[in-house]
């Protein structure tokens, strides 16, 4: 039996102020020279689960270091993420889920069933997650590169190709 929290993207209360934002984060090269992205869409509740679920990850101190068993990291299904190659490949993906690490970072990971692939991204921090999505408008998708946060306006073309895709899966 599986125990992990899920996350929803994209549920809204009547309470919640700002609009969803579509966020890109790409994978860490494995092989190849196939880039990897995920999309996943968050909005205030979103955000506000991973407040919940950070705080579960108690921070590394001198009592955790002494235990012998330790949770350092929670791992959260993401049901509604969508990986994309930046090539045509054989792909099936599996088991989409974003992992919290005590020093307050995140990823996201999944498999490619296809290939036996593990992808996953780079770690980036949940502050800083947090502190752009409130800070950013609501039409700017962001991209996270490395540790690196940037926002991408509706017109750039990685953001409409994105856009695309999210109206293709719709029909």
């Not at 196939?34 to 991973?50: G, K, M, P, Q, S």
């Not at 921070?59 to 993401?78: E, F, G, Y």
């Not at 700017?140 to 695309?164: H, M, Q, Y």
Request: charged residues 25%; contains cysteine; hydrophobic residues 40%.
């Amino acid at each position: 039996m599986n125990t992990s929290p899920v996350l929803r993207a994209g549920s809204r209360t009547k309470n919640s102020v700002k609009s969803s934002r579509q966020v890109i984060m790409q994978a860490v090269p494995r092989t190849g020279d196939i880039a990897w992205y995920v999309e996943f869409t968050i909005d205030n509740d979103f955000v506000e689960r991973l407040r919940q679920l950070r705080s579960l990850v108690p921070s590394s101190s001198s009592m955790t270091k002494k235990r012998d068993l330790v949770i350092d990291k929670v791992r959260a299904r993401l049901r509604d993420a969508r990986w994309q190659p930046s090539k045509a490949v054989e792909a099936d993906i599996d088991g989409s889920c974003m992992v919290f690490a005590a020093d307050g970072t995140f990823s996201c990971a999944a498999k490619n069933r296809a290939t036996e692939e593990r992808l996953q991204t780079y770690y980036a921090s949940i502050e800083d997650l947090l502190v752009h999505h409130e800070s950013l408008p609501a039409s700017e998708t962001l991209l996270i590169r490395g540790r690196t946060f940037s926002a991408l306006p509706a017109d750039n073309v990685f953001a409409i190709g994105s856009k695309r895709r999210r109206e293709a899966a719709a029909n």
